[in-house]
């Protein structure tokens, strides 16, 4: 079965960096686009980007440009996502996404504080 793993979230101070990585099993990884998700605490859960199966094409939600990047190293069926420069307001919990199955994983915190 689909299996998707985040990791790498955790408590960083404002301005500050962290990269998530999302683990997937259980499918062809290479074959399919992958997405990361957030939802904040009292709000919907928001699509913050996706990325082409190749890797090649990415496309971000206008809070995410221009901080955020999201790659991908197929050989390890892996899924990153870079946050740089961030904001309280990206505090959230981030979920790795295969909209094409409808699988999403566990979620991993993030939390942006000083």
């Known amino acids: 079965q689909v299996q998707l793993v985040e990791s790498g979230g955790g408590l960083v101070q404002p301005g500050g960096s962290l990269k998530l990585s999302c683990a997937a099993s259980?499918?062809?990884?290479?074959?399919?686009?992958m997405s990361w998700y957030r939802q904040a605490p009292g709000k919907e859960r928001e699509l913050v980007g996706s990325?082409?199966?190749?890797?090649?094409?990415?496309n971000y939600a206008d809070s995410a440009k221009g901080r955020f990047t999201i790659s991908r190293d197929n050989a390890k069926n892996t899924v990153y996502l870079q946050m740089n420069t961030l904001k309280v307001e990206d505090t959230a919990v981030y979920y790795c996404?295969?909209?094409?199955?409808?699988?999403w994983g566990q979620g991993t915190q993030v939390t942006v504080s000083s």
């Open positions: 996404v295969v909209r094409s199955l409808g699988s």
């Open positions: 259980g499918f062809t990884f290479s074959s399919r686009a």
């Open positions: 990325i082409s199966s190749s890797g090649a094409t990415g």
